[in-house]
């Protein structure tokens, strides 16, 4: 089945502590996205990547690294300069970068501090 | 930059209808509408483009004003499974090229 997976489930990360985040799809799609989701709020676009070796910063990249060797994966790594990483991260991918394109989540990781 | 949604809550009774309205301040080139369930990722539900379209599926309905830059869905006959929170995705024009943004989100809850 094609879709995209994204692990763990739930992470702790600890004062000074810089931990990834893992997402990777099979669904051949060419772009790849990174989103914040606070409590009861929208999704806000940490980084993007349109194509292998590219990626462009989102509205809130500050304290968040990202790369993207490969078509299927796109890790994203909370820094210790991030200072309130507490929030639900989805990832998605879309075959395209266009609007038109739609965008197919992975099911979140919840990250906590400690 | 991101869109207004409003209103930012709603609660329905089964049977009754709701609009959901997304508003940007940047021209828009597209507009898509996602709802996601409590603790899970969003799920797309339709795309619209320019040129003051609508589309509709099931009691679903969506509809598109390029020129107010506003988009509106329709939920029609709600059913307890439509609760969750609907997200208005935009894609706007800007310099440096077009821009995706997310809503800042509508909590729909539906009661028996």
């Known amino acids: 089945d094609g879709g995209i997976t994204q692990s763990p489930k739930y992470l702790f990360r600890k004062e000074g502590q810089n931990v990834t985040l893992s997402c990777e799809q099979n669904l051949n799609h060419d772009a790849m996205y990174w989103y914040r989701q606070d409590p009861g709020q929208g999704l806000r676009l940490i980084y993007y990547s349109q194509i292998v070796n590219d990626f462009q910063k989102g509205d809130i990249a500050e304290g968040y690294s990202v790369s993207r060797e490969k078509k299927e994966s796109f890790p994203l790594t909370v820094t210790s300069a991030q200072k309130n990483p507490t929030a639900f991260y989805l990832c998605?991918?879309?075959?395209?970068?266009?609007?038109?394109?739609?965008?197919?989540f992975g099911p979140g990781t919840r990250l906590l501090v400690l | 930059q991101q869109p207004v949604q409003s209103p930012q809550a709603v609660i329905l009774r089964e049977g009754e209808d709701a609009v959901i309205n997304c508003s940007s301040s940047?021209?828009?080139?597209?507009v898509h509408w996602y709802r996601q369930k409590h603790g899970e990722a969003p799920v797309f539900l339709m795309i619209l483009l320019k040129g003051g379209e609508q589309k509709g599926h099931d009691k679903i309905s969506a509809s598109f004003n390029e020129k107010k830059q506003q988009s509106s869905l329709y939920l029609t006959a709600s059913q307890l499974s439509y609760s969750g929170t609907y997200f208005c995705?935009?894609?706007?024009?800007?310099?440096?090229?077009?821009?995706?943004?997310f809503g800042t989100g509508t909590s729909l809850t539906v009661i028996p």
């Open positions: 995705g935009t894609e706007g024009y800007t310099n440096t090229g077009n821009q995706f943004y």
């Open positions: 998605a991918s879309s075959i395209g970068s266009g609007g038109l394109e739609t965008q197919y």
């Open positions: 940047k021209a828009l080139y597209s």
